[in-house]
């Protein structure tokens, strides 16, 4: 697509989401204006505009594009009305905002600090939570019913978190809402948060610091310093996509998977015509299942695992579609003039070796990597928690007991931050996370202590069965050594 | 390790190892539930939306079976199934002769019209024949998974499990 062509890429008819798009904006892209829509993001109103570089490199200057769209990595940065180092990924459109590839590190702004909010607010609650996807929703709705306050925090200007680009429908327990499309499992506990009167809700805040005596720096919409005190603290940052080692992983069309839901799933901007999706494990099946259903065609899946990653089923469900998915396989090389044009596919021997000869090209326009996400754990480290490296977990996490407590008392994890696995499971964690603050705060009294007691009870029963069976037993052995290492290091027993 | 896990499709005799597969005269009795389930994974929508007791799973990780006598091929499961795994089968006559009927879970679009001709699709993704579509339960009456109910030649009955581009419209226009 040329990037004359404004607006091919929005998608119209969807089998299941319907975009109901707001009021029509027009951003400055280098001087030419483009059409945006209120409430979509600077990247999703150039994507669909046919921008693929949104930044170039320092010092080698290569083009990069999205990688994330969620604002946890910077290559989609750029300057936008004059400041360097913006997340286009979260920043939603204003009307004349002027916006510009960034080149290397930016530049100091020159706007004067007479643009700023000088002063900081002070805000405390009960349970601060940070981050307003499943397991910090879940947190949320439970610590209000227990007689908490709370305020939630959320660096996106929606909530929901990845739970809002899950269009399929979910595994899990009937008494969990499996069988229930996580978008609408999310839009159902967001307009519960919403109704609440015990939930404040911060959007557009970045959490960025957490200092001595508890208190946590934020800034909203990257204006004004926000200072937050909560009696019991709760950091449900969620994770960040893994890169994979290749020739050219920075070209522009290369995309964590979770980059082609956003588009697609939450903005309605097709990432691409064709695909190539690396990696066949749930997540990366699901996403191209998901790209179909928005239109793109699946070149093909590989796999360097001898085998398929995902449920059976959800594999099944695009095989039938014709989609080859090549196991033993892994991706060489991306190619292409300043944005992916194609990839070279290799045969791995069983030493993971490429075979030398094995090697053929798939033309494509996206890149998806869907190589396992790792736990965003930067504040938990900023704060103190003992932080570990716990394989099984996918990644560096602060090391929790059962009641998802950190070794810093009355700081608690939930959901992908404490280990990645799966939604439903960020959702009971989140409850389990919000009883265990209410309790240590002599919150709820009683009969409805009692309620609570037993809703603890049965919740890490569910969670422990959801992490039953094959497939949980990553997770499962994950948690367990979390929990053994709280015991060592804190020589309590939970 | 079964080709299943390199290839992302069952075979028939697959099915037929693991007893999913219903015998003849049920086939020939009225529609029933396939599961094409066979993975411990923890899910268990089916088996609650079975207003028969018809889905018998002894723990949420255990992969779904289908008491055949007890299903009556209403459609509960495969309308919430997650995996898109369940599917309805029948022989069934049709003056002298027998065709195979087949509903399957549908999410994409178009959602085909009733009474056009379609490509039939097996689990591999090759096209093995022709389909004619006689019902369609529209997404929007399922949270958007359409069930389409499509007529194939008997011996397709276990083979096609998906459906392609519409080969003729309802009035019998080639597209």
Redesign the interface.
């Given at each position: 697509m040329s990037e004359n062509d404004i607006g091919t890429s929005r998608i119209d008819?969807?089998?299941?989401l319907e975009f109901h798009r707001r009021k029509e904006l027009t951003i400055y892209y280098h001087g030419r204006p483009i059409l945006a829509y209120e409430g979509e993001t600077v990247a999703s109103a150039l994507y669909a505009a046919g921008v693929r570089t949104f930044s170039y490199s320092p010092g080698l200057d290569r083009p990069r594009g999205l990688f994330c769209a969620i604002g946890k990595c910077a290559s989609c940065v750029m300057n936008i009305d004059g400041i360097s180092n913006v997340r286009s990924c979260i920043t939603p459109v204003r009307n004349g905002m002027i916006v510009e590839e960034q080149k290397g590190a930016g530049t100091f702004p020159e706007t004067t600090v007479g643009d700023y909010e000088t002063a900081s607010p002070e805000l405390e609650a009960d349970m601060v939570i940070i981050g307003g996807g499943p397991a910090g929703l879940s947190a949320a709705l439970e610590a209000a019913d227990l007689g908490m306050s709370v305020l939630l925090l959320d660096e996106n200007h929606q909530l929901g978190g990845q739970l809002i680009k899950q269009?399929?429908?979910?595994?899990?327990?009937?008494e969990h809402d499996?069988?229930?499309?996580g978008v609408?499992i999310a839009k159902s506990m967001i307009e519960k948060v919403e109704a609440s009167d015990k939930v404040s809700v911060l959007l557009g805040t970045t959490a960025f610091g957490y200092y001595p005596g508890g208190v946590i720096a934020a800034v909203k919409e990257n204006k004004q310093l926000v200072k937050i005190t909560g009696k019991r603290v709760l950091l449900a940052t969620g994770a960040a996509e893994n890169s994979l080692a290749f020739e050219n992983n920075d070209l522009p069309g290369v995309y964590g998977a979770g980059a082609a839901q956003t588009l697609m799933n939450v903005y309605g901007v097709k990432p691409g015509d064709e695909v190539l999706m690396v990696g066949s494990g749930n997540v990366g099946v699901i996403v191209s299942y998901q790209l179909?259903?928005a239109?793109v065609r699946i070149k093909a899946i590989v796999e360097a695992m001898?085998?398929?990653g995902a449920?059976?089923?959800?594999?099944?469900?695009?095989?039938?579609?014709?989609?080859p998915?090549y196991?033993g396989h892994s991706i060489k090389r991306a190619f292409g003039n300043g944005k992916v044009e194609g990839a070279t596919i290799v045969k791995l021997d069983d030493k993971w070796q490429p075979v030398p000869g094995t090697e053929f090209d798939v033309k494509c326009d996206v890149i998806c990597l869907s190589v396992g996400l790792h736990p965003s754990y930067e504040l938990m480290a900023q704060a103190g928690c003992a932080i570990k490296f716990i394989p099984e977990l996918s990644g560096h996490v602060a090391v929790h007991n059962r009641n998802l407590e950190t070794t810093v008392p009355g700081i608690y994890v939930a959901g992908d931050s404490s280990g990645v696995e799966e939604a439903s499971i960020a959702m009971m964690e989140g409850k389990v996370a919000a009883i265990s603050a209410a309790f240590s705060l002599g919150k709820p009294v009683g009969e409805k202590r009692k309620e609570a007691d037993q809703m603890l009870e049965h919740t890490q029963k569910q969670l422990e069965?959801?992490r039953?069976?094959?497939?949980?037993a990553r997770g499962r052995n994950g948690k367990r050594k979390s929990f053994e290492l709280y015991e060592q290091l804190t020589g309590a027993r939970v | 390790m079964s080709d299943w896990q390199t290839e992302g499709y069952l075979t028939v005799d697959d099915l037929k190892e693991k007893g999913n597969i219903p015998p003849e005269e049920r086939l020939r009795k009225a529609p029933v539930a396939i599961t094409e389930c066979i993975q411990e994974i923890p899910c268990n929508p089916c088996k609650a939306a079975c207003p028969f007791d018809a889905i018998l799973m002894e723990t949420i990780t255990a992969p779904p079976k289908v008491d055949f006598d007890k299903c009556t091929g209403c459609t509960m499961c495969m309308r919430v199934c997650p995996g898109l795994t369940i599917f309805m089968v029948y022989l069934r006559k049709k003056g002298g002769e027998e065709v195979g009927e087949i509903t399957i879970p549908y999410e994409l679009l178009p959602v085909p019209e009733k009474m056009s001709v379609v490509e039939a699709i097996n689990r591999r993704g090759e096209i093995v024949g022709e389909a004619v579509i006689t019902r369609v339960f529209p997404p929007e009456k399922n949270s958007g998974t359409a069930l389409i109910t499509m007529e194939v030649p008997a011996e397709l009955l276990m083979e096609v499990r998906s459906i392609g581009r519409v080969i003729r419209g309802p009035e019998g226009v080639s597209r």
């Open positions: 008819r969807h089998p299941i269009t399929h429908r979910f595994f899990g327990s009937k499996a069988g229930v499309r609408t179909m259903q239109g001898p085998k398929i449920y059976f089923v959800h594999a099944a469900k695009i095989r039938r579609f014709g989609v998915i196991v069965s959801l039953d069976g094959p497939f949980g | -």
